[in-house]
């Protein structure tokens, strides 16, 4: 089974630009988590979206969004982009609380975006 | 300030030897989970322990949590070089699905 699967992997954009970025879970998962993760920031929390919702959203301005498609899969776009936005976004594929407070959640490999 | 605080910041070992990485965190929580990330590529989850329990193994992997202290510890066993990574706690507290982790420690074993 494949795991959750991310594209690109590596994204180069200049400031101001927009990035996109996707992911698609594993088969059976409903939602999907994004997280930054930012050199000397750790990992932050982005969004969380399940049965095409925005559930819950982090600390981040509205210039970061997404959307999740019947399919399940989701994009990240990051608009009008600053050099601070330069990290490795990471999503996660989920199913249910009761899953996720026995396994866990189970993330890809990163898009990892460098605005220059 | 941040919720989740890993120490050290990082640890070097010998392959053999045991490994210990702490972990505290300020608010209550439902859960709390042990990652492991390589090279700045994709998480990995390891062990999961709820607030009511104490103690879980798995593997060659320990974890304890001290819900007084606000406080968890990850012991890694007769550790082998391809354990060398960043390990990251990280906490679950409600319905928001929102983990907060921690800052992390980056793990060495030297063979």
């Not at chain 1, 594209?7 to 630009?17: D, E, F």
């Not at chain 1, 990992?43 to 969380?48: I, K, M, S």
């Not at chain 1, 999503?91 to 460098?114: D, E």
């Not at chain 2, 989850?45 to 593997?59: A, F, Q, T, V, Y």
Request: glycine share 10%; charged share 20%; net charge neutral.
């Amino acid at each position: 089974e494949a795991g959750v699967t991310q594209s690109p992997t590596h994204l180069i954009k200049t400031r101001g630009q927009q990035a996109t970025m996707r992911c698609t879970p594993i088969s059976g998962h409903t939602s999907v988590y994004w997280y930054q993760q930012a050199l000397g920031l750790g990992l932050q929390f982005l969004l969380w979206y399940d049965e095409g919702e925005e559930r819950n959203r982090g600390n981040f301005p509205p210039r970061f969004s997404g959307r999740q498609f019947p399919n399940y899969s989701s994009e990240l776009n990051v608009n009008a982009l600053e050099l601070e936005d330069s990290a490795l976004y990471l999503c996660a594929g989920g199913v249910g609380a009761t899953i996720l407070h026995v396994y866990g959640y189970t993330f890809g490999s990163g898009t990892r975006l460098t605005v220059v | 300030s941040q919720q989740g605080e890993e120490d050290p910041q990082a640890l070097s070992i010998q392959e053999g030897e045991n490994a210990t990485m702490n972990c505290s965190y300020k608010t209550s929580i439902n859960n709390l989970q042990w990652y492991r990330q390589n090279s700045g590529r994709g998480l990995v989850h390891l062990i999961l322990i709820r607030s009511n329990e104490r103690e879980k193994h798995s593997g060659r992997l320990r974890v304890t949590l001290d819900t007084s202290k606000k406080s968890s510890s990850l012991l890694i066993t007769a550790s082998r070089a391809a354990d060398t990574a960043s390990y990251f706690c990280a906490t679950d507290k409600g319905s928001a699905r929102q983990l907060t982790f921690g800052s992390g420690t980056q793990l060495t074993v030297l063979p």
